[in-house]
């Protein structure tokens, strides 16, 4: 969500309102309060393509690339601000930018007099993929203008989509010939820039920032812990199942299943508690009826919800909900707790 703040403001210039949008595309827009939170990267994506149509402008994606900057990398974009020279900037920004966001891979190729910056989606064949592709390869290209300091151009940009209706927005931010329909998604350019020395180049820093960097990955909460954290905001998406959340954690998810499993849990478990904790929200702070909490939570029948609220609280919504709008003081205001997973009862689905 490091682009959230380009995302808004481009959005604002448009005319487009992102509550409502965002509610369209089914994206929590609690993400954009937290730029290190994380989001599927087709969820991005479908809120990319419905940003674009709501303010019919088809090369949103990219404005908003061109506006997003290394600082809006975090601690690996300040990593290769302060790299010694382009080339070593970029084999950071590979190495460490996998970290941040899972849905893409990076690559840097280094071809005799040519140098090529790819970027790589994991998944394939979801809405907005094209916005996707248009937004990483101008931030690449805006990330390589501020590592040069100077009137900086690519030889050539490759994008895997169609040309569109107007490819002049492309030229006049690329100033350079733009290949549409390409095998992959590439920046292209000199090799010799990879030898370029950075101006604000601080090798000291740079070696601070990526001990703090590595000794944060190092110090992460315990898997289960970083699934919580990934899970909550996906909760009322339909898009909180085990694939997504492991494709987040660059994760296969047999790899997330037994790793979960020597810690002692179940992504089922994690998943019972989050959405236990998102409905015992609901019911507290909005005045949803319990047929909208259930299909919001993504339960096939209000009496599945139900059924599963009984077994996590030891009650039932309705009761728990007028026992918690009590007044403070009155007895019984005490939250119930949710029950071990596992517990007998109905098995309700996991989106």
């Not at 939170?37 to 991005?44: D, K, M």
């Not at 920004?93 to 893409?104: I, R």
Request: aromatic fraction near 8%; include cysteine.
């Amino acid at each position: 969500m490091g682009c959230a703040v380009a995302l808004s403001d481009v959005l604002r210039e448009l005319g487009g309102d992102l509550g409502r949008i965002a509610a369209g595309a089914g994206f929590p827009i609690s993400l954009f309060e937290d730029p290190d939170s994380r989001a599927p990267v087709e969820l991005i994506a479908r809120l990319l393509h419905d940003c674009a149509e709501v303010t019919e402008c088809p090369h949103f994606g990219l404005l908003v690339g061109q506006r997003t900057t290394m600082a809006a990398l975090g601690r690996a974009g300040f990593v290769a601000k302060y790299s010694r020279d382009v080339g070593s900037a970029l084999d950071s920004l590979v190495t460490n930018v996998p970290y941040l966001n899972s849905g893409l891979d990076l690559s840097l190729g280094r071809h005799g007099k040519v140098a090529i910056f790819r970027i790589i989606s994991q998944q394939n064949g979801y809405v907005g993929a094209e916005q996707i592709e248009d937004t990483a390869v101008a931030i690449t290209v805006s990330v390589i203008r501020e590592l040069c300091d100077t009137r900086w151009n690519p030889d050539e940009i490759r994008l895997i989509h169609a040309r569109p209706g107007d490819s002049l927005p492309y030229s006049r931010f690329f100033h350079a010939p733009v290949r549409f329909g390409a095998d992959d998604n590439a920046v292209v350019f000199d090799s010799r820039w990879l030898g370029h020395r950075i101006p604000n180049a601080d090798p000291a820093l740079r070696e601070f920032l990526l001990h703090e960097f590595r000794a944060e990955i190092q110090a992460a909460p315990s898997l289960a812990e970083q699934v919580r954290h990934v899970m909550r905001p996906l909760m009322d998406t339909r898009m909180c199942s085990a694939e997504h959340v492991a494709g987040m954690m660059r994760l296969r998810v047999w790899t997330m299943n037994r790793r979960l499993a020597e810690e002692g849990t179940s992504f089922r478990k994690i998943f019972d508690e989050v959405r236990f904790e998102a409905a015992c929200r609901l019911l507290k702070d909005t005045s949803q009826s319990l047929a909208d909490i259930s299909e919001r939570l993504g339960f096939e029948y209000p009496a599945a919800f139900t059924r599963a609220f009984g077994r996590w609280a030891g009650k039932s919504p309705s009761a728990w909900r007028r026992n918690v709008s009590r007044p403070a003081g009155e007895p019984g205001r005490a939250e119930a707790r949710p029950r071990p997973a596992g517990s007998q009862g109905e098995t309700v689905r996991v989106t």
